[in-house]
Structure formats: C-alpha cells, structure tokens
C-alpha cells in the first residue's frame, strides 16, 4: 500500500502534500476517528481511505490554493464544527478495483462523521481520472454537493 501510495500521489517529493505517520495518525484520530478506514482480508488491507472534516473556510482557502494540503490537517482545528470534508486519498490494490471498495469505505466514513456534524459539502484534488470519478459518486451517493481544487 505504502508504494502504490507514493507511485499514486508523489509524495516524497512534496512536502506541502499529507504523509500519514504515526503523529498524522494521531492528528488524525483527534479530529475524528473515521478519518483513516481500511478493508481488510485474510491477506493484509486491500483498500485504504483517508477523508476529514474541517472548516468552510479552511476548505475555501484550500480550494483557492491558498494552503497546501499539510497546512489544512494542520489548520483544522479540534474540537469545533466542521462543514466539509476532505476526500483526500483512496487507495486500492489493483486486483481489488472496480468492487466499490473505496467508495462503500468513504460512504460509511462520511455518514459516521455526519453524525456529529453538519456536513455541507465534499471537496477534493484529484491526482487522477479515477480518484475524481470516485469522488463525484460518492458526492452524488451521500447527496452533497462536490468542490475542487485544480492541480497546479
């Protein structure tokens, strides 16, 4: 998972980007424990989904690339209200695609999150046709309204 993660989304050579370690696990967990969700088989994860809520405002910033994607986990701030949520990477092992693993595991995340917030809106930086597709059915499958940031 660690390599498709990084052939997927470059982020050893871009430190604006979110790497998850154990503190961005523990950051993670503190904004809410649905942040990081995985599908599992006898195998090891063959799925893996990292989504958060923030604020509107974080979110408006970020949308406007007006923060890097580290500065919004690091901005999002605890124990507040959050309206949107960030669908920021999914992952899945090649031999699992196209099952509806990522979406099922974004679309339980969310409605978990929705629990304890107003969820207004989706938002998302695409690095791929795939992870935008997955994002605008998702956002039509938990009928929210999608934003996106273009890649630079």
């Known amino acids: 998972m660690i390599d498709l993660a990084e052939e ?5 050579n871009d430190p604006s ?3 998850v370690s154990e503190e961005t696990r523990e950051r993670l967990e503190k904004i809410h424990p649905r942040t990081l969700n995985e599908k599992r088989t006898r195998e090891g994860p063959v799925a893996w989904v990292l989504i958060f809520p923030t604020t509107r405002t ?3 910033e970020f949308i406007r ?3 890097t994607e580290k500065d919004l986990l690091d901005r999002t701030p605890l124990g507040v209200t959050y309206q949107s949520i960030y669908l920021c ?3 899945v092992l090649p031999e699992h695609r196209g099952k509806g693993l990522a979406k099922a595991l974004c679309i339980d ?3 978990a999150i929705q629990k304890q917030h107003p ?3 989706l938002f998302v930086w695409a690095f791929s046709a795939e992870g935008k597709s997955l994002a605008e059915s998702v956002a039509r499958a938990v009928e929210l309204p999608l934003k996106e940031r273009r890649i630079d």
């Open 8 to 12: 997927s989304f470059k982020m050893r």
């Open 109 to 111: 995340a969310i409605k």
């Open 119 to 121: 969820i207004e809106s």
């Open 17 to 19: 980007q979110i790497s």
């Open 65 to 67: 690339n007006e923060i």
């Open 58 to 60: 974080l979110m408006q």
């Open 89 to 91: 990477s999914a992952l």
